[in-house]
């Protein structure tokens, strides 16, 4: 419906802009007729004051047309057609390939004109060319000699030139037309991608609330409980006391993740530096090694082919903690193995494990925030279901990929490659 609505407009403003355009080059060329015919009846007076001064008429005899070679002279001269005209009508001289020599002028309008007196120019077809004229004609009396000098000038050159200007302004309207169009296509596409990134940015901060919110309803219920008189038994005083602390490391991994997420999103990572990629997972398995369950093993074979990688050591870390630490939670018995290489153009690395798995349909939901697959067993285990998001964004800040695959009751695997 919208988009009728631009449509509409835009249609409107180009009609808009062509009966504009019409408009003022009609009034235009009128305007630009109507002084040419002005300065083309001052060029025939000029003419006129020629064949004055050379006595044309005076040098006329039998044997000589001055009037033909006047005509003829300054028709070439000028690129016009000029006839000299006689009281009766009659044509003395034409400028050549006319053609009417003989033809009575009597009855042109301008010519009666002229003959009264009147210098005077008059816009119509030639009955000789079958093409517009402007026709000067200007009285002229020299000794016994009375006549006119009439001028004809082809509008055929000003009439193109008038096309001309309208086709090419038609021609820039459409093209603006178009370009009007593109950027109002554009900027409708950036208006939604901002509308989707703002809806996705509101999502986000009312999960997070909503996730603040929980731990902190449980901590300040256990202590109310406590302060009411639980705190009197040592043994459920304790146990109240454990929770607390398991609900407060709730909320700090949850700030600690969100604020990593949002520095990860809002910054292009500039600091790198070449990370020796073994060292770097051998600190991992050392750090989780306390997360790690009695019939579990944490394993790691250390590749010394890998070439060192060049990236932010800090990220790098986060995301093998976040892989290893979700492969660890999902394992209860068997193992959870870590694996790197280099190929000619990337780094690969590994982690699998040997744990409840994930149905197919779970696998491209993962990475969204907030998503776990089983909210209370995530929960309970401290996580936020932020870890696979915050995975994601490093992949993608080093233009690398991620492919995970997995089966319940056997166990995922997750292949994280990016590009040297
Ligand atoms: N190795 C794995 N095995 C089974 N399930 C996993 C594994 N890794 C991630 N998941 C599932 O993906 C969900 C999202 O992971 P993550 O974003 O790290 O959040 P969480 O804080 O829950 O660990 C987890 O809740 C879990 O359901
Ligand atoms: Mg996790």
Redesign the pocket.
């Known amino acids: 419906m919208k988009k009728k609505v631009l449509f509409g407009y835009i249609i409107a403003a180009i009609v808009m802009m062509l009966a504009f355009e019409y408009s003022f080059w009609t009034n235009g060329f009128r305007y630009l007729e109507h002084q040419s015919e002005h300065s083309y009846l001052v060029q025939t007076e000029l003419l006129r004051d020629l064949f004055l001064e050379g006595e044309v008429a005076g040098r006329n005899t039998e044997e000589e047309n001055t009037f033909e070679e006047f005509t003829d002279t300054y028709a070439e001269e000028y690129d016009i057609r000029i006839t000299v005209i006689d009281e009766a009508g009659n044509v003395l001289g034409e400028s050549r390939g006319a053609g009417d020599l003989m033809n009575n002028h009597l009855d042109r309008e301008e010519v009666q004109k002229a003959l009264k007196g009147e210098s005077n120019s008059v816009i119509r077809r030639s009955d000789t060319f079958d093409v517009d004229y402007c026709y000067c004609a200007v009285p002229v009396a020299d000794g016994d000699f009375r006549g006119v000098i009439r001028t004809a000038i082809p509008l055929q050159e000003l009439r193109n030139m008038n096309h001309e200007f309208v086709r090419s302004t038609v021609f820039a309207v459409l093209i603006l037309a178009a370009l009007i169009l593109f950027l109002g296509l554009y900027f409708r596409k950036y208006v939604l991608a901002m509308k989707k990134v703002e809806s996705m940015r509101r999502e986000f901060v009312s999960n997070v609330t909503h996730e603040l919110k929980t731990p902190l309803t449980s901590i300040r219920g256990f202590v109310e409980t406590l302060k009411a008189g639980a705190i009197e038994d040592p043994k459920i005083a304790n146990k109240f006391l454990d929770i607390i602390e398991i609900e407060s490391d709730r909320l700090s991994n949850l700030i600690s993740d969100t604020l990593l997420l949002s520095e990860i999103e809002s910054k292009k990572e500039t600091r790198r530096e070449p990370c020796d990629v073994n060292e770097v997972i051998t600190e991992v398995v050392d750090l989780l090694q306390p997360k790690v369950k009695e019939h579990v093993r944490l394993i790691f074979h250390p590749d010394a082919s890998v070439r060192p990688y060049s990236c932010n050591r800090d990220r790098l870390k986060q995301l093998l903690i976040?892989l290893v630490d979700?492969?660890l939670?999902?394992t209860e018995f068997g193992a959870v193995t870590v694996s790197c290489r280099s190929t000619a153009s990337q780094l690969v690395l590994e982690v699998s494990?040997t744990?409840?798995?994930?149905e197919e349909g779970q696998l491209d939901r993962?990475f969204e925030r907030f998503?776990?697959?089983?909210k209370g067993r995530?929960k309970a285990q401290g996580?936020?279901?932020?870890?696979?998001?915050i995975v994601k964004h490093i992949v993608e800040l080093y233009n690398g990929t991620i492919e995970v695959t997995?089966k319940p009751g056997v166990g995922?695997e997750f292949t994280v490659k990016l590009p040297y």
């Open positions: 976040n979700n492969g939670k999902a494990d744990g409840i798995g994930m993962i998503y776990r697959v089983d995530s996580g936020t279901g932020l870890g696979l998001s997995s995922t």
